[in-house]
């Protein structure tokens, strides 16, 4: 079965600091699909960026950019010049590229941004 | 993007009652739609999957005489929660899949609706 691991449940950054939040998986499959996706305290799910695993070049969307390692398994998050904006829960997500697939959470890891 | 609407976004009830909560895609057809259950500061755990037209498949330990899920139509999926206890109060995530075809459909999320049972 796949699983999702984030390793950091809260980390904190400057304002316009950059940091790098953690998500590791496992998997069988060859064909996948990696999402970040940013929960704000109006709880609202909002997709921050998507990786195809079939795609060797990483993501990237503005000031959020991916380091994705297929061979290790591992889909890190880059936010570039952090904003107060950004202060949210990161949760990383895994979708199979088979039948019936649904996503598989990460925990989560809580991001704060100080001013 | 597309929008994914729940309704409502709070409601409170007393214990025993009947609580029916609404997901509704506003721009796009989705065959498949899901319902996630998430406690404070936790992740989402997903509760049932929907697939317009059929019986929902719910994850395991899920009740499904509790938690009745309809998806009527290819816009509108239901989450009833039949004899509420307060152990039901929390927040409740629908999502839908936009149907597209190709091997990728993205899926949004509405705005959740927290349910408090007194």
């Known amino acids: 079965a796949q699983t999702v691991t984030q390793s950091q449940p809260e980390m904190s950054v400057q304002e316009a600091e950059t940091v790098t939040l953690s998500c590791t998986y496992d998997t069988s499959e060859n064909n996948y699909y990696l999402f970040w996706y940013k929960q704000p305290p109006s709880r609202q799910m909002i997709l921050v960026i998507r990786?195809?695993?079939?795609k060797q070049q990483n993501a990237t969307e503005n000031r959020f950019s991916v380091n994705f390692q297929k061979a290790a398994k591992s889909f890190s998050l880059k936010i570039s010049d952090s904003q107060l904006g950004d202060t949210a829960m990161y949760f990383c997500?895994?979708?199979?590229?088979?039948?019936?697939?649904?996503?598989?959470w990460g925990l989560g890891t809580s991001l704060a941004v100080n001013p | 993007g597309a929008v994914v609407s729940q309704h409502p976004s709070r409601v409170i009830c007393k214990s025993g009652t009947s609580v029916k909560i609404e997901c509704r895609s506003l721009?796009?057809?989705?065959?498949?739609m899901f319902w996630y259950r998430q406690f404070p500061k936790q992740s989402l755990m997903l509760m049932a999957t929907s697939n317009e037209g059929s019986k929902a498949t719910y994850e395991q330990g899920v009740e499904k005489d509790k938690f009745l899920i309809n998806h009527a139509s290819l816009t509108l999926s239901t989450l009833t929660v039949t004899s509420a206890h307060p152990e039901d109060s929390s927040f409740y995530i629908c999502?839908?899949?936009?149907?597209?075809?190709?091997?990728?459909?993205?899926?949004?999320f509405g705005p959740g609706t927290r349910l408090t049972v007194l």
């Open positions: 999502s839908a899949r936009e149907v597209k075809g190709g091997a990728y459909n993205e899926q949004f």
């Open positions: 721009d796009f057809q989705a065959t498949t």
């Open positions: 990786q195809e695993a079939y």
């Open positions: 997500a895994f979708l199979g590229a088979g039948n019936n697939r649904k996503l598989i």
